[in-house]
Structures are given as structure tokens and as C-alpha cells.
């Protein structure tokens, strides 16, 4: 199989988190969320290299441990979200990983991602594509502005996006670069995927690859990282 690559686009403010630093850099268990996400993806041996886009103004990422690890590698983000991914595409580029190498893209803010979740999306070996999901088991509704029932939404088929998600390197940055040009409004990966024709595969994911998002996030995330710690250490018994 192809070289695979991950890109971590951590330039991000997190300001509805209402905390005095971006919220990459809150504690959980004594680490950062960083770090927790860090230690998740170089879990993996797959992994030839790890790409995290920070913000130009970071002073946090150089005081951690990561910051000299042999796998990690940072280059300086962008404006939104895929600016920063685009950026981190560029550095792979730049760095000599070839066009058909596989990217996976994940959000900083999802620390609890499981290495059977990884290993599943590793082996869908999809370069037009693919992504973690978690099916949609709720009623769901749409509203109108005024938050007034106007539709159920059949759920039969229907996913919640999360990350990783990769493709094929060559393939994602034509896509993210076209959809940016084409003034495209794009919420992830895949949507530049699908807006430049690709159909990328769903991945059944684990419901504890949470992204932490508001401050009640931390509490939840914590309780599944120490689920995981313990059967580690069970594991090592």
C-alpha cells in the first residue's frame, strides 16, 4: 500500500470553549488535548509522518514533548479550517511525499479516536476517498428559522461525519484548492471530495471519537480517555 501521512490542522481558537487558551492546549488527565490526540496517532505504525498546522502566534505546541518528536513535523495554518488543511497538504508536497500517497485529515479536538477505528479506515485503501461515520439512530427533524417542525428526515442511509478522513494526496489537495477557487462553501474533507465528483466510502466509527466542542465536552472525553488508560493497562497485566 501507499505511504500514509496524517495532517492535524491545530491553528484553531476554540473560542466557544470561553477558555483563556485555544482549547487544544486545555488538560485532561495531565495532558493537553493535544498531546492526547498526538499519543493516538503515533500509536499507529502506519503512519510515516504526522503534520500538525498551527497558528503563527502558538506559544504553546514548542514546550510540548511532541514538539521534537521524529514522526511530528508543524507547519503555519491558515484562516479557516481548510486553509490550514490545504496548508498542511502543501507541506507534504514540499517535504517530497508523492502524489499517491494516503492523507488522513483529523480534528485536534477528537483525543479518544481507537486504533481499531484507524486501522479499518487504513484498510478501506481508498484514494478517491473515505471517512469515520457514525450512523444516525435518532428521529431526525428539520425546522424552518423560527425552530418550527417543517419535515422528518428519514434516517435510513444517514451519518454523522467525524474524522479521520483521507484520500489520496494528489486527489484531496485538486479538491480543496478547486472548491476554495470556486468560492465552494466546504464543512470537511469529503465534502470537497463530493464537490469535485468523488463518492467517498463510510466507515463505520466508534461513538466515543467525540470532537470536544463546548466545555461539558471535556468531562465526557475525559471518562472515555480513562476507559481506554485502563484497559491498557489491563492489557500490559
Given at each position: 500500500?501507499?505511504?500514509?501521512?496524517?495532517?492535524?490542522?491545530?491553528?484553531?481558537?476554540?473560542?466557544?470553549m470561553q477558555a483563556d487558551r485555544p482549547k487544544q492546549y486545555l488538560s485532561i488527565l495531565?495532558?493537553?488535548?493535544?498531546?492526547?490526540?498526538?499519543?493516538?496517532?503515533l500509536?499507529?505504525?502506519?503512519?510515516?509522518?504526522?503534520?500538525?498546522?498551527?497558528?503563527?502566534?502558538?506559544?504553546?505546541?514548542?514546550?510540548?514533548?511532541?514538539?521534537?518528536?521524529?514522526?511530528?513535523?508543524?507547519?503555519?495554518?491558515?484562516?479557516?479550517?481548510?486553509?490550514?488543511?490545504?496548508?498542511g497538504l502543501t507541506h507534504l508536497k514540499k517535504m517530497g511525499a508523492e502524489d499517491d500517497a494516503l492523507v488522513m485529515?483529523?480534528?485536534?479536538?477528537?483525543?479518544?479516536?481507537?486504533q481499531v477505528d484507524l486501522l479499518n479506515l487504513y484498510h478501506s485503501d481508498s484514494h478517491t476517498g473515505a471517512i469515520l461515520g457514525l450512523q444516525v439512530r435518532d428521529t431526525m427533524k428539520?425546522?424552518?428559522?423560527?425552530?418550527n417542525i417543517i419535515k422528518t428526515v428519514e434516517r435510513n442511509n444517514l451519518w454523522h461525519a467525524l474524522t479521520p478522513q483521507?484520500?489520496?494526496?494528489?486527489?484531496?489537495?485538486?479538491?480543496?484548492?478547486?472548491?476554495?477557487?470556486?468560492g465552494v462553501n466546504i464543512t470537511?474533507?469529503?465534502?470537497?471530495?463530493?464537490?469535485?465528483?468523488?463518492?467517498?466510502?463510510?466507515?463505520?466509527?466508534?461513538?466515543?471519537?467525540?470532537?470536544?466542542?463546548?466545555?461539558?465536552?471535556l468531562a465526557l472525553a475525559q471518562a472515555y480517555l480513562e476507559k481506554t488508560l485502563s484497559a491498557n493497562e489491563s492489557s500490559d497485566v
Open positions: 500500500m501507499s505511504d500514509l501521512y496524517a495532517v492535524v490542522p491545530a491553528a484553531g481558537i476554540g473560542a466557544r495531565g495532558k493537553t488535548i493535544l498531546e492526547h490526540t498526538l499519543d493516538q496517532l500509536s499507529f505504525p502506519k503512519f510515516k509522518k504526522i503534520i500538525v498546522v498551527i497558528s503563527k502566534e502558538d506559544d504553546y505546541f514548542s514546550g510540548l514533548d511532541f514538539s521534537n518528536h521524529v514522526k511530528v513535523e508543524i507547519c503555519q495554518g491558515g484562516k479557516e479550517r481548510y486553509d490550514s488543511v490545504l496548508n485529515v483529523h480534528d485536534v479536538a477528537r483525543p479518544c479516536i481507537k428539520r425546522t424552518d428559522e423560527h425552530g483521507m484520500a489520496g494526496l494528489n486527489i484531496l489537495y485538486k479538491a480543496i484548492s478547486k472548491s476554495l477557487a470556486d470537511d474533507e469529503a465534502s470537497a471530495l463530493e464537490y469535485i465528483g468523488k463518492s467517498p466510502k463510510m466507515v463505520a466509527g466508534d461513538p466515543s471519537n467525540i470532537k470536544i466542542t463546548r466545555p461539558d465536552d
